[in-house]
């Protein structure tokens, strides 16, 4: 407890937004990241048992979409999830019984059994594919037109450790950086992609200097850890809105932001 109290205080700016959380608020997270859990066990549930023959599930890693999610504004900004963020949808609004349809491909799912794909556009949640780092460029390009039309609005996707190694990854984050597009970057990194190690496919052990590496802004946050998750992805919206509404006398600050998270513990990946 007092680690993860720690992790908070460290930072005066993500401090001030977690002392501001009503009580709600706090406890909206703690039930997004049961949810997502639950959504997690009954899909496991289904694979042992023969019920589908796969599934992607995002255990250990809830605080990372939860968090984010949740310090959004709901209704304006959009985030474009990935294998490992089935929990946007439901923090959104899609019911987890629509997310459990999908998988078994039945009449009454959100793509009457074409798709297990879930997404819900009318609530900002882009509908994924599955080629890894493609939503960078996707999410980019709708944070493009959130700068064309001025509005104060945030794109938001997930990486994960082993996409950033994609071109596509590259090309739609530098393309947001030189751009300077209200868009942020979570490289989830949950050290492993596939059976190739974190060290296997990236030598700098960590992505502490990645957002540099493109010049942005850049931070970390634990990924275990909501309320550091929520503050550190409130910053970044709030910063990327801030020059937005600047636009129009430009500004040295960069508004693409990137929160690297550090994830520490195990987690389930495939089952
Ligand atoms: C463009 C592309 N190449 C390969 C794959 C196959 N594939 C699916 S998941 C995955 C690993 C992704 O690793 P990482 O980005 O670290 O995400 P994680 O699964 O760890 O969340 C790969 C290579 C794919 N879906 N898309
Ligand atoms: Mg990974």
Redesign the pocket.
């Known amino acids: 407890m007092r680690a993860f109290r720690e992790t908070i205080e460290r930072d005066p700016e993500r401090a001030a937004v977690v002392a501001g959380l009503a009580v709600d608020t706090r406890l909206g997270l703690y039930a997004g990241l049961l949810r997502a859990r639950l959504h997690d066990i009954q899909l496991k549930r289904w694979v042992r048992t023969g019920v589908i023959s796969k599934a992607w599930l995002g255990t250990g ?1 809830e605080a990372t979409t939860v968090g984010p999610v949740h310090a959004l504004e709901r209704g304006r900004d959009v985030v474009a999830p ?3 963020n089935a929990a946007a949808c439901c923090e959104l609004g899609l019911p987890v019984s629509d997310m459990l349809r999908a998988y078994l491909g039945s009449e009454d799912s959100p793509a009457r059994g074409r798709d297990l794909h879930v997404g819900a556009w009318a609530q900002g949640v882009l509908q994924p594919i ?5 939503m960078v460029p996707v999410a980019t390009g709708i944070a493009l037109t959130f700068k064309i039309r001025r509005e104060p609005r945030v794109a938001l996707t997930w ?6 190694k ?1 071109a ?1 990854a590259h090309e739609g984050t530098n393309f947001a950086a030189v751009q300077k597009l209200p868009a942020i970057f979570i490289i ?1 990194n ?1 050290q ?3 059976g190739t190690r974190l060290d296997q496919h990236h030598l700098p052990g960590n992505f502490q200097d990645w957002a540099a590496s493109y010049g942005i802004a850049g931070a970390a946050f634990d990924g275990n850890n909501v309320l550091d998750a929520y503050a550190a992805t409130r910053v970044a919206a709030e910063r990327c809105r801030t020059t937005s509404a600047k636009r129009a006398t430009p500004s040295p600050r960069r508004c693409s932001s990137i929160g690297a998270s550090g994830i520490r513990s195990g987690c389930m ?1 495939n089952t």
């Open positions: 890693e990935m294998i490992r599955s080629h890894v780092g493609d990486v994960g450790d082993g996409s950033t994609t596509a989830q949950n492993v992609a596939l990946r």
